[in-house]
């Protein structure tokens, strides 16, 4: 084989069991990653033998914990070239990141007659919290529509930035369609007009080298649970001058210098946004996926996926009945179809019963599958276990389920 793949499957142990005798065949990356063994165990050690609180205790316990915990944040500055770790905000997802950004930045900068711009083929976790802002705020959202492709149209996009535009909220990688947006000409553009720009990385962060500062991003949103890591925690990453205008998200421990009755004073970014007891030992885990992430190569994880994409949009597009849903030009690993005449939850059944995992619903992106016209989609997506066998195998399910209903 001249394409570069590669081989870590070994790494993650779910991912060498069986069902009814069947190998585990996952493609349901976009949803969810898998952990790696090396997270996994970190967790476990660092219960066994490390585990206290942080940013607290005098004792070395919570010392050593406190060191592990400010640590993934340097790791996570580095993966994503943040200026300064002060930059990255702990969360616990990436729909916490943005509901954060919404309220915390919505509710100070935000005024009537406002403008929010919104791609057309968001998640819902970066719509719905807008909407909540908007309708405090007097703010109106604006879209911006996409092809039949499933590619944002920049015209029109450039029809709706004028002064009144405040925020362009926009993902980087549709979890539906997979479209991968231009967020950097995006960014540039919505600069140009003085808007925030904020984008959502929950579908980018583990399958491609993001650089914030050179995307122009002045906030980023991205959960663990999707780059290898636990769930329970997130990032947002947030310009510092930025950050240090906002107002709390969350009120509590830790996010204060001072609290009396009268008035209290608050913390600097980002403890300012960092309220209670945080996910401990979920953020040591986010750590470890990171190391794993920058040992594996980001360049290599790209690289990889791409060359299974291709493999994959060729073995479904050969199938009779079998519409692919997201055909941009510009694609990371993600495959929508519907099949003719076959419900999306059928074919996700169906499929189970092969051992293969893929996901069916709408995605949490509704406004993306009426655009299309459909209620849901069937969805396959890659992570850089996958392998050609585990899309033969895709290509031969779903040929078997059309024989079912066509006989
Ligand atoms: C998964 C996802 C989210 C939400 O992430 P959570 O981990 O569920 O908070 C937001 N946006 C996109 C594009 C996603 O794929």
């Known amino acids: 084989m001249s394409k570069p793949y590669l081989d870590i499957k070994k790494n993650f142990p779910v991912l060498n069991r069986t069902f009814d005798g069947k190998p585990l065949i996952y493609l349901d990356t976009a949803a969810t990653s898998q952990k790696p063994a090396v997270v996994i165990d970190a967790m476990d050690r660092f219960y066994r033998e490390s585990y206290g609180t942080v940013r607290r205790g005098v004792y070395r316990l919570s010392e050593k914990a406190t060191q592990a915990y400010e640590g993934t944040r340097h790791k996570v500055a ?18 916490e990141s943005l509901n ?5 930045w919505g509710r100070t900068f935000l005024k009537p007659g406002d403008e929010i711009i919104l791609s057309q083929i968001e998640h819902h976790a ?5 909407q909540i802002v ?32 405040k925020v362009v909220a926009v993902n980087h990688v549709s979890n539906a ?4 947006n231009p967020v950097k000409e995006m960014a540039r553009l919505a600069h140009e007009v003085g808007a925030v720009v904020v984008v959502d990385g929950a579908q980018s962060i583990s399958h491609m080298r993001v650089d914030v500062q ?12 999707k780059m290898f890591g636990p769930t329970g925690a997130g990032i947002l990453y947030g310009r510092y001058d930025l950050l240090e205008k906002m107002l709390p998200f969350q009120g509590g421990g ?3 210098r001072q609290v009396t009755f009268e008035r209290t004073t608050l913390q600097v970014p980002p403890h300012r946004f960092e309220a209670g007891t945080p996910s401990i030992v979920e953020v040591l885990g986010l750590g470890v996926a990171v190391d794993y992430l920058q040992t594996v190569g980001l360049e290599n994880i790209e690289a990889h996926e791409h060359a299974l994409l291709e493999y994959g949009t060729k073995l479904l597009s050969e199938i009779p009945g079998l519409h692919l849903i997201g055909t941009a030009a510009k694609k990371s690993g993600i495959l929508g179809f519907a099949l003719d005449g076959i419900h999306p939850h059928d074919i996700g059944t169906l499929l189970d019963m092969e051992g293969i995992a893929i996901r069916a619903g709408h995605h949490c992106a509704q406004p993306t599958m009426e655009r299309f016209g459909v209620p849901a989609t069937a969805r396959a997506s890659l992570g850089p276990y996958n ?5 033969d195998a895709l290509a031969a399910g779903i040929r078997k389920i059309q024989g079912m209903f066509h006989h």
């Open 134 to 165: 908007r309708d405090m705020s007097g703010a109106v959202i604006k879209t911006i529509p996409c092809d039949d492709h499933g590619q944002l149209l920049l015209d029109e996009y450039r029809k709706l930035l004028s002064p009144k535009t």
């Open 177 to 180: 369609l997979g479209t991968i």
């Open 387 to 391: 392998t050609e066998s585990d899309l």
């Open 100 to 104: 954060l950004v919404a309220y915390s």
């Open 126 to 130: 970066n719509i719905v919290p807008w």
């Open 78 to 95: 580095n993966l994503i070239n943040a200026a300064s770790d002060r930059e990255i905000i702990y969360t616990r997802g990436c729909t």
């Open 254 to 256: 830790d996010m204060i």
């Open 214 to 225: 050179d995307l122009g991003a002045d906030f980023y949103a991205f959960s663990s649970h």
